[in-house]
């Protein structure tokens, strides 16, 4: 029982390049987030997926897109890099979108955009 | 909407003192509140949970939080630190729905 995987764990990107982010889960949970972590800032949330076929924006979306496959994989991509896109990014997922439910989060990817 | 302010950015406690980690939160219905740790090159973990059962709230690690509703507040406590507390640690509440607002986060470190 791996929980959630994600790759790469390090990337470095020019401006203007592309790249898409993988998460997998095998909690057989419902639910997916993407979340970026800045320093003094927390974690913010980008999108998130509360069931397999839905996804819908979460506080800061604007520079991404995100994809659903199936039940276990939450992808994230990035078209057209910038610097202000430099942060460490995690997935996490949940049984549900209940309040009380524990969000359960990935070892995280670290993303530099020169 | 809901927020959290952690208040202190760093602490820094002797090994076998008490931690203590303060989380404010504002909330405009009962909120769920959450501690996170954060190890170094590590995802979150969950520490502990609220969810309107007992308002102590015992967690891993030797960690516990109380819900004080008339403070708005939950605080983190740990009677005796040891080094391998040594982290990062989120306060985060959600309200309505799945919605996880985090703090800006507490950087604990532990001297010998």
């Known amino acids: 029982n791996a929980g959630v995987t994600q790759t790469p764990k390090f990337q470095v990107l020019k401006t203007g390049q592309s790249m898409t982010l993988q998460c997998a889960q095998d909690?057989?949970?419902?639910?997916m987030y993407w979340y970026r972590q800045d320093p003094g800032m927390g974690l913010r949330l980008i999108y998130y997926?509360?069931?397999?076929?839905?996804?819908d924006k979460g506080e800061v979306p604007n520079g991404y897109n995100v994809s659903r496959l199936n039940k276990r994989e939450f992808s994230l991509r990035l078209e057209s890099a910038a610097p202000s896109q430099t942060s460490v990014y995690f997935c996490?997922?949940?049984?549900?979108?209940?309040?009380?439910?524990?969000?359960?989060f990935g070892p995280g990817t670290r993303l530099t955009v020169l | 909407a809901q927020s959290v302010t952690q208040l202190g950015s760093h602490v820094s406690v002797s090994e076998g003192a008490l931690v203590l980690l303060r989380c404010n939160y504002s909330?405009?219905?009962?909120?769920?509140l959450f501690w996170y740790v954060q190890y170094p090159n590590q995802g979150l973990q969950l520490l502990l949970k609220?969810?309107?059962?007992?308002?102590l709230v015992k967690g891993i690690n030797g960690f516990e939080a109380e819900f004080k509703k008339s403070e708005t507040s939950f605080h983190l406590t740990k009677p005796s630190a040891h080094m391998s507390d040594a982290a990062e640690y989120f306060c985060?509440?959600?309200?309505?729905?799945?919605?996880?607002?985090f703090g800006a986060g507490t950087t604990v470190t532990v001297r010998a």
């Open positions: 909690m057989n949970h419902n639910s």
């Open positions: 997926s509360a069931s397999e076929g839905t996804t």
């Open positions: 609220y969810t309107s059962a007992a308002t």
């Open positions: 985060a509440v959600s309200a309505n729905d799945y919605k996880l607002s």
């Open positions: 909330s405009s219905v009962p909120p769920y």
């Open positions: 996490a997922s949940s049984e549900n979108t209940a309040s009380t439910d524990t969000q359960y």
